[in-house]
């Protein structure tokens, strides 16, 4: 950050309390100036954890809070599995099933819980998981 500075023309000074006025002087919004401002990731964002059902097989997943409603939000992930499965050559299960659709409206989308938090929330899709046993999770990490 640059500061801006007065120069003074010393002989021109009626007094010596006129000296202040020639200190160096900080810019009044410096920040202002800076391109990308340094910010700590949060880590208390709502998360869901949702199911997609694809002829009668499920995939458990967590996403966090993107848009403006739950819904929303679950839907824009879903868009992005649909997204990879169609365009990625993935050897996925989940992307195998759902190449196998024709259309979006073949998969049905449910939101399974609404958690507080990105830690608590991949603790709870880890439950969820093993409890119901999707079939079409490979990445079972947590499991």
Request: glycine fraction near 4%.
């Given at each position: 950050?640059?500061?801006?500075?007065?120069?003074?023309?010393?002989?021109?000074?009626?007094?010596?309390?006129?000296?202040?006025?020639?200190?160096?002087?900080?810019?009044?919004?410096?920040?202002?100036?800076?391109?990308?401002?340094?910010?700590?990731?949060?880590?208390?964002?709502?998360?869901?954890?949702?199911?997609?059902?694809?002829?009668?097989l499920r995939y458990v997943g967590t996403t966090a809070k993107t848009e403006s409603t739950a819904r929303k939000s679950v839907m824009a992930r879903f868009n992005k599995h649909w997204y990879r499965a169609k365009t990625e050559s993935k050897d996925w299960l989940l992307?195998?099933?759902?190449?196998?659709?024709?259309?979006r409206s073949e998969v049905e989308v449910k939101i399974l819980a609404v958690v507080r938090g990105k830690k608590a929330g991949h603790t709870e899709e880890v439950r969820l998981r093993r409890e119901l046993k999707p079939e079409l999770n490979t990445d079972v990490r947590g499991d």
């Open positions: 950050m640059q500061r801006q500075t007065h120069i003074c023309n010393k002989e021109a000074l009626p007094s010596v309390g006129s000296l202040v006025a020639c200190l160096e002087k900080p810019l009044y919004n410096t920040h202002m100036e800076a391109k990308n401002t340094p910010r700590k990731k949060r880590t208390d964002r709502t998360h869901y954890i949702y199911m997609l059902e694809i002829n009668g992307c195998h099933a759902l190449r196998e659709c024709e259309d």
